[in-house]
């Protein structure tokens, strides 16, 4: 009896978790050429996916390509990409794979990936190189790996609130086989868009930011993206990145808003000092994004850093 019981109990937990799941589960929907048709922008399909990426300004402009953060698809460079586009420079900017309208690529999500599909996509649209890599956040890291790996390919580097710190551990759940999908089902992905917000110092002018956010989250492999770039974090310390760069000699712009809550301010001073050679801008009133909250500031100092470059 006592066994009979248990083994109800334990199908009643199954099966009240399994509908729990399925509540909460919002990727129910595939990638298709009509959805990416409707989003608009460009494809190519690359070694592990299709990516999705936007090209404006003169087709003889030098060319800067922008790298957005851990979730946020290109969408988060709206107000630097027009600027950079409209002072002459051919900007690039494109979904990390996971993320946007890009494929979802059952891999592991590593610095090793998002080195590769900058790489190749640069390929796939005929851009030799040398150019300006700017990366937002995460964003960051992707960029510094870049230059690292592929000096002869870079002229700059920006680098905007970028990650700072050694990766730490994830929760043990997020390391048992299937208790770590219904965790990111149920209690990860429905505070994510809403957590955007904390990006920012001022949150109240960007109403619209969570639901915007929320679209690329109806694709199936979202949360195995995030998932997998989370654990691969914790192999991964990217502050070993910046002295490569500071070494290279490379032109380094350095932006951070000084009310950012996300990657802290004060994690500037570690950078600036494996970098030496970086110009640094503190922005005032300005949280993670701050060319979304100060862009008559941020975007200005970026078009200078870059003219003064192509002199």
């Known amino acids: 009896m006592w066994l009979k019981a248990t083994g109800i109990g334990l199908l009643v937990i199954v099966v009240v978790a399994f509908g729990i799941d399925r509540y909460y589960d919002q990727e129910r929907s595939d990638l298709t050429d009509a959805v990416r048709q409707a989003a608009g922008g460009s494809y190519v399909r690359l070694p592990d996916g299709v990516a999705h990426y936007q090209v404006a300004g003169p087709d003889s402009g030098r060319v800067v390509v922008l790298v957005h953060g851990f979730s946020t698809p290109y969408y988060i460079w709206d107000p630097m990409f027009d600027d950079l586009a409209k002072a002459g420079f051919r900007v690039v900017r494109y979904d990390l794979y996971g993320r946007g309208y890009s494929d979802r690529p059952s891999v592991e999500y590593n610095a090793d990936l998002f080195d590769r599909q900058l790489a190749n996509l640069l390929a796939a649209l005929k851009i030799p190189g040398p150019v300006d890599v700017a990366g937002l956040s995460m964003g ?172």
């Open 140 to 311: 960051g890291a992707v960029v510094e790996t870049f230059a690292n790996r592929h000096p002869d390919k870079t002229r700059s580097v920006i680098l905007v609130d970028p990650v700072a710190s050694r990766g730490g551990r994830q929760p043990w759940t997020l390391h048992v086989p299937v208790l770590r999908d219904w965790v990111m089902t149920v209690l990860v992905a429905p505070t994510m868009a809403a957590g955007q917000l904390s990006d920012f110092h001022h949150p109240e002018r960007f109403p619209d930011w969570p639901a915007r956010y929320a679209v690329q989250m109806r694709y199936r492999g979202f949360r195995h993206a995030i998932l997998s770039t989370l654990l691969a974090s914790e192999h991964r310390d990217v502050t070993l990145e910046y002295p490569g760069v500071g070494k290279l000699g490379l032109p380094v712009l350095l932006i951070w808003g000084k009310e950012d809550h996300t990657v802290p301010f004060a994690l500037s001073e570690g950078i600036r000092k494996a970098i030496p050679q970086a110009e640094f801008h503190p922005i005032d009133d300005a949280g993670h994004i701050p060319y979304m909250e100060q862009p008559e500031v941020v975007n200005p100092i970026v078009i200078q850093f870059l003219r003064r470059l192509h002199k």
